[in-house]
């Protein structure tokens, strides 16, 4: 038999060649590949999580036993719009995603438990801004009743409730200018303390929300309960306590709109729960020019106690904005965000499953040149956030993005000093943020 050609011998070769070079590099990875050999992409888009049954069994908190219950009251979710802008979205890891769907379900079932949103900000929240709306929305649908936490003597008095008081409360803060180690509590970072017999009276302000007025369970949180408050109703005292925890006196009274009030002699509060045993609680917790970097500076105890009696559901951080004056590098606000996240784990690793929200800095400045550290802050905060689990909502976008700020104040919707908004621009941040949530939650259920 004759020898093949040369040239045949070179066109089988470099048809072998040429096939194994298109397997190698263009057909997809085949499924024994090991793992570890897959290159990962730098920056994975996180996959949002698909809806999710309860794990549990059929009792009376099961998502079908509630079926016809919450039929009314999710109606709502049916005429949420789709076509939430894209800047507006909350962002975030799946983690972060699944957590949020586990705070839905809880949501959905207020009318038999308590269900409590923390809402941690700086000066941008104070006076129940932005809080007040989510909770007045919420409370209408599932239940509940009362302002949640309050703290009477405050920079700023909050427009939920309406007070008076007769006597001295001084003030002290574990942040900002002349802050103490001792006001280092839980829920306010703040105490009150009496220096003589205060009378402090209090009602909620149902102009607002009707659901703030008539709350049936009262708690005064001190830091030593050798000396005790008393709780008027109507001229009568009561006396009468309900265990709630160590250092706290608790009352259950009926819910009435008339003013409480209670008498404070010689101690020192950490704070004033208003509220009721079931439905939702969404407290409002300013403090005035922090960054929200001091959550891991409170002693455990503190966390300890309010994990037992008034855990978290939904955690809501609003920081940023003070730390942005102060930032004139990428590093600085790498540095910065490094900090927050830590405190983001370390309030995820006090309460397991609980989402964290980070609502990040607004647009600052007559022009976007009046705070150059603006833009490193939020690129910084954003990847920081992702990273320690929580999700984020980027107030700046959702404004109109750089320069935005300026318009709002022609609007009215913010202050002539560039940084604040007005309660009309508030309440469009709590709408925005609050349509945000709607759409994921619609997106989520079953």
Same mark, same amino acid.
């Not at 942005?324 to 309030?347: C, D, K, Q, W």
């Given at each position: ?48 999580p698909?809806?999710q ?44 995603w699944?957590?949020?769907h ?13 269900v409590?949103?923390y ?5 941008q929240i ?13 409370q209408?649908?599932?239940g ?17 409730t ?10 002290? !803060?574990?942040?900002? /200018?002349?802050?103490?180690?001792d #006001?280092?509590?839980?829920?306010? =970072? +703040?105490?009150? *303390?009496? $220096? ?8 909620g302000a ?15 949180w001190?830091?030593?309960t050798?000396?005790?408050a ?7 005292a ?5 265990a709630?925890?160590a250092? !706290?006196?608790?009352? /259950?009274?009926?819910?009435?709109? #008339?003013?409480?009030?209670f008498? =404070? +002699?010689?101690? *020192?509060? $950490? ?9 939702v609680?969404?407290?409002n ?7 929200g ?22 955690i ?6 003070? !730390? ?8 600085? #606000? ?15 690793g ?17 022009s976007?040149?009046?705070?150059p ?9 954003k990847e ?24 709002w ?22 709408t ?6 709607n759409v ?7």
């Amino acid at each position: 038999m004759a020898a093949r050609p040369w040239f045949q011998w070179l066109f089988m070769w470099g048809s072998l060649v040429g096939i194994w070079w298109v397997w190698a590099n263009v057909s997809p990875t085949p499924p024994w590949q090991p793992v570890e050999s897959i290159v990962a992409p730098l920056h994975p888009r996180p996959l949002k999580p698909l809806p999710q049954g309860d794990l549990g069994t059929l009792d009376e908190l099961s998502p079908l036993a509630f079926a016809n219950r919450e039929a009314r009251d999710l109606a709502f979710l049916d005429s949420v719009a789709d076509n939430l802008p894209e800047a507006w979205a909350l962002t975030g890891n799946t983690s972060a995603w699944f957590a949020l769907h586990g705070f839905f379900q809880r949501l959905e079932r207020a009318k038999s438990r308590r269900v409590e949103v923390y809402h941690w900000g700086d000066s941008q929240i104070e006076g129940d801004r932005i809080t007040g709306l989510i909770r007045a929305s919420w409370q209408e649908r599932f239940g509940g009743r009362g302002p949640g936490w309050v703290l009477p003597n405050t920079p700023a008095q909050t427009t939920a409730t309406l007070e008076s008081q007769r006597g001295t409360l001084v003030r002290e !803060a574990g942040f900002g /200018r002349g802050k103490s180690r001792d #006001a280092m509590r839980l829920p306010f =970072f +703040a105490t009150n *303390t009496a $220096t003589d017999t205060v009378q402090w009276s209090v009602q909620g302000a149902t102009k607002s929300s009707a659901s703030l007025g008539a709350w049936n369970v009262s708690e005064v949180w001190l830091t030593d309960t050798s000396h005790s408050a008393l709780l008027w109703t109507q001229s009568e005292a009561h006396r009468h306590l309900v265990a709630v925890h160590a250092k !706290a006196q608790g009352w /259950r009274h009926p819910g009435q709109r #008339a003013p409480l009030r209670f008498d =404070f +002699a010689d101690l *020192t509060t $950490t704070g004033v729960f208003l509220g009721s045993e079931s439905g939702v609680l969404v407290h409002n917790l300013p403090m005035r020019g922090a960054s929200g970097t001091l959550f891991d500076n409170v002693d455990q105890a503190h966390w300890d106690a309010l994990r037992e009696a008034h855990p978290p559901s939904l955690i809501v951080l609003q920081y940023g904005g003070n !730390a942005v004056p102060g930032v004139g590098s990428a590093a600085e #606000a790498r540095t910065y965000a490094r900090h927050m996240a830590t405190n983001i784990r370390f309030l995820r690793g006090q309460f397991p499953g609980v989402p964290v929200v980070f609502v990040g800095p607004s647009d600052m400045g007559a022009s976007q040149s009046t705070y150059p550290g603006l833009p490193w802050v939020i690129g910084a905060l954003k990847e920081a956030v992702w990273e320690a689990g929580a999700l984020y909502w980027d107030v700046q976008a959702v404004m109109g993005g750089p320069g935005s700020m300026a318009q709002w104040v022609r609007k009215g919707w913010a202050s002539d000093d560039h940084v604040h908004f007005t309660r009309r621009g508030a309440r469009e941040i709590a709408t925005r943020l609050e349509w945000a949530l709607n759409v994921e939650w619609k997106a989520m259920r079953p």
